[in-house]
């Protein structure tokens, strides 16, 4: 419909006669389905374009929600100041029109940004903050997302106790609901506790049920993150085989879904695979890489800081070339050498 209306001159009318507006309410509409798809490069050109002829009226809750889904979007990859920026904007506008759930929203989303910056401490607060406005609105579905987010400052911050505690109760608001999506992702966010506390038949329980919920909507962000949580319990659990398929296919899914923190967590997940099969030349060229990406969250880039520092004093030197290798290759050619038997072989 946007296109025949594109194609008709619709963007080009003057903005007294809406026809503007409808052609970039359109754009928004098709930016929200390719982003339950998980094709974030589209979704992004569609809400531009539409956030383009939507200025041209007085602001409102349109454009300030399509201000903060560009902003999930640059979020997701990796881009955290135009994300910032993004939130800003989008906060600026709902506090001109006194709206407190859309203010509550991009706080929401702030925080998200300020754990992946590694500020734990204003994310905390943040999110506190706006579990106080939700509770007092009766909203479940921002408690929930709350609930979701502090028990991520925790589990960061390995209280596995308190994360776990929070976890459950998201779960219990969701769990009833028709709503899938949080459903599954609730679970993966379980599973990571359990894995943590070394309850590995746990894990692997709640992210076959979150693959299986994900898989069964179509939602390739959440089947992305069960795969790493699955690979992650194998690995743990000394099944590197079974651990480097889900790898592999949890970065293929994120890669595809344009989630390149997440791609990075995968990869460094697969380093330590590396290293633990003694393969240390390897391991020590992915992390590096991995290490070297601006858009890698403060949690991977602490994890693989580590992992690199345990293998450097074998290697001394030979990190340098053996990381000059991976350097050279774009995301997606790393994922796919690593998809290849061949390379498997070598390291094995």
Partial sequence: AASILEASGFNHLPPASNAPFVLGI????????????????????QITKGLHLLALYPENTETADAWHNLGQIELQMGSLDAAEGAFQHSLRIYRTLEQ?????????SLGVLAKNRG?????????????????????????WTCLINLGNI?????????AKS??????????????KSRQALTLVNLGSVAREINETG??????????????????I?????????????????????????????ASTFALEA????????SLASLGRLLAQRGRSKQAAGILTYVLAQPYCPDHVRQFALRELEAIKTQLQDAILDTAQEFQELTLDAVIASLRHAHFWEQAE
């Fill in 221 to 249: 962000r959440i089947q992305a993150a069960s795969l790493d949580g699955l690979g992650k319990t194998c690995l743990t659990q000394g099944d590197f085989e079974a651990a480097r398929d889900y790898l592999l296919k």
């Fill in 119 to 143: 500020d734990f401490s204003q994310a905390a607060a943040l999110y506190t903050e706006c579990l106080s406005v939700f509770d007092q609105r009766g909203d479940q579905r921002g408690i």
């Fill in 202 to 219: 746990a894990a692997m329980q709640y992210y076959q049920e979150s693959l299986r919920i994900s898989e069964e909507i179509g939602e």
């Fill in 26 to 45: 359109l754009y928004l509409a098709h930016a929200r389905h390719c982003r339950a798809l998980g094709q974030n490069k589209t979704a992004h050109a």
């Fill in 100 to 108: 407190p759930t859309g203010i509550a929203s991009n706080l929401i």
């Fill in 154 to 162: 925790a589990n960061v911050q390995q209280d596995y106790p308190g």
């Fill in 166 to 179: 929070l976890y459950a109760q998201a779960y219990a608001i969701i769990q009833n609901s028709a709503d």
């Fill in 258 to 265: 344009n989630l390149l923190p997440q791609v990075l967590d």
